[in-house]
């Protein structure tokens, strides 16, 4: 249930409460923030969020080296996340099921990519490792290779965990700690004199705030508008299958992602779970949650058995749609302040790799609003501004 808002002004409110939302307002109090904080979502199931429709992996193969960093404080938050939050013993131990992710490159242009991203995570601490496809067969012998020229994987902090006990987590620690959370809708913002005064609600209510901070996922492009702000970040569809293998791979199988755009991950219970898209990737309809059945069929499964030839005999047990929030300009974040709309902070454009920056990207922008830059990590490369001077820090390492 939603809670009761008890006020009619806050000193932030943040428009999202998925796992992004829930980080600022969570580091907000761990980091003693003295002021009233609002989370205000369309759904407070967040049965379709972002959060709740992903991989729940974490990996720092990542082709920037302030990617890498973000991504091993998240693993630090995750694998600590009971000493993080106060050794309260209701929060569970998690753990991160290490079984990689392996890219597999089927090109000397690939290949060249991927030993140059190599280097970048190396650098910054990471264990990867790049294997010949002789490499690949002795370690994973049930792929086929013919095609293959190199592969990348790294087994420390990267794998599935439980995103949604960390998710679940961050809002209940926050609304212990005084947050408060109402479900509606964001219908307009009251802008002038470069601030934004106000928002209004689909209850007509009116709510004044100090700090408006969008965290709308693959909506934030809808809700950047109604400040005024072209913010290039849009829904794009992604499809999840569950399959179980008749008979299940003999050991872990790593978060493949195949040159033909299909990812495939180990399970559990001999069940894998596979995902992509295929052919062209427009923008979709917010609400648009509609499952094209014929690919399985028609691309999934064909590309499964082409690459691991034990999944010709499988069953599909289920599927779902999800969206990304894509940032169509360098698939990166777009964190901090606008430049124009001083008290309009971003948290958003994550193309795929939100959930495990969230930690990270939430600790950043409460630092923000905490003391006025950033303590840790300097996520400034983050900024706005990079819009509107055309330089992009783009992330190839995308999913």
């Not at 597999?104 to 990867?128: C, H, I, K, N, P």
């Not at 987590?169 to 002038?192: C, F, H, I, P």
């Not at 991950?265 to 917010?286: K, L, M, S």
């Not at 706005?384 to 995308?398: H, I």
């Amino acid at each position: 249930m939603a809670a009761v808002r008890e006020r009619e002004s806050y000193d932030v409110v943040i428009v999202g409460g998925a796992i992004m939302g829930s980080a600022v307002a969570w580091f907000l109090t761990d980091l003693g923030f003295d002021g009233r904080v609002l989370v205000i979502d369309r759904d407070m199931s967040f049965e379709r969020s972002a959060t709740a429709t992903s991989t729940s992996c974490i990996r720092q193969q990542f082709s920037t080296g302030l990617n890498v960093k973000i991504s091993q404080f998240g693993a630090e938050f995750i694998t600590n996340l009971r000493g993080f939050m106060g050794c309260d013993t209701r929060v569970p131990e998690i753990a991160i099921r290490n079984f990689g992710y392996m890219y597999l490159a089927d090109s000397g242009s690939f290949a060249d990519d991927l030993r140059a991203r190599a280097a970048v995570q190396v650098a910054a601490g990471a264990e990867t490792r790049l294997l010949t496809p002789d490499q690949i067969a002795e370690d994973y012998p049930f792929y086929a290779l013919d095609d293959i020229v190199l592969g990348s994987i790294n087994t420390r902090d990267e794998g599935y965990f439980d995103s949604m006990a960390v998710f679940e987590w961050l809002r209940r620690q926050a609304r212990e700690r005084g947050v408060e959370y109402v479900e509606a809708d964001v219908t307009g913002m009251d802008v002038s004199g470069g601030q934004v005064r106000s928002v209004t609600l689909s209850t007509g209510e009116r709510i004044t705030c100090g700090h408006l901070i969008n965290a709308a996922g693959p909506r934030a492009g809808h809700v950047a508008a109604m400040a005024g702000i072209d913010l290039p970040v849009e829904p794009r569809k992604r499809y999840s299958w569950v399959f179980r293998a008749q008979v299940p791979l003999d050991r872990d199988l790593p978060l493949t992602i195949d040159p033909s755009g299909l990812h495939v991950r180990e399970n559990g219970g001999g069940t894998y779970q596979a995902g992509g898209y295929f052919g062209d990737d427009p923008a979709v309809g917010f609400d648009d949650f509609d499952m094209d059945h014929g690919l399985w069929e028609s691309e999934v499964w064909p590309l499964l058995a082409a690459r691991i030839p034990q999944f010709e005999a499988i069953k599909l047990t289920h599927g779902w749609v999800g969206h990304y929030e894509m940032n169509t300009f360098d698939h990166n974040a777009i964190l901090g302040p606008h430049p124009d709309v001083g008290n309009y902070l971003f948290i958003n454009g994550f193309s795929g790799h939100g959930l495990q920056q969230a930690p990270a990207m939430g600790r950043g922008l409460a630092e923000w609003l905490c003391f006025g830059a950033y303590r840790t990590l300097d996520l400034g490369g983050f900024h706005f501004d990079r819009l509107l001077s055309g330089a992009p820090q783009a992330e190839k390492a995308v999913i």
